[in-house]
Nanobody, 126 residues
């Protein structure tokens, strides 16, 4: 497992942007696939986006075009750039990690990931 620490959440008006960061511990960051999930009050935790160790990206369909996931391996960090934010994007955003294997294709299942951060709150006001 890897230790993950998210940052960058906050309060933003609708239409605004935020960039979330997730810093990972360890020397083997490139061997991990990284993902972002979010959980709104009273709802299930849902997949947002993922990136493989080699940089291939996957997105939840209705977030593609507004959200961009990227990683900076030299800094052991993964980012989530969120643009054109909507009130319904309000949630706690979690970073997750798992080993990047040949069978990994951006799994949308929470159970697929074995390391999680503590989450960062994103609130979008109307």
């Amino acid at each position: 497992q890897v230790q993950l620490v998210e940052s960058g959440g906050g309060l933003v008006q609708a239409g605004g942007s935020l960039r979330l960061s997730c810093a990972a511990s360890g020397r083997t960051f490139t061997t991990y696939a990284m993902a972002w999930f979010r959980q709104a009050p009273g709802k299930q935790r849902e997949f947002v986006a993922a990136v493989t160790g080699g940089g291939t990206t996957y997105y939840q369909d209705d977030m593609k075009g507004r959200f961009t996931i990227s990683r900076e391996n030299a800094r052991n960090t993964v980012y989530l750039q969120m643009n054109s934010l909507k009130p319904e994007d309000t949630a706690v955003y979690y970073c997750a990690a798992r080993s990047d294997t040949a069978t990994y294709y951006g799994s949308r299942s929470k159970a697929s990931y074995d390391s999680w951060g503590q989450g960062t709150q994103v609130t979008v006001s109307s």
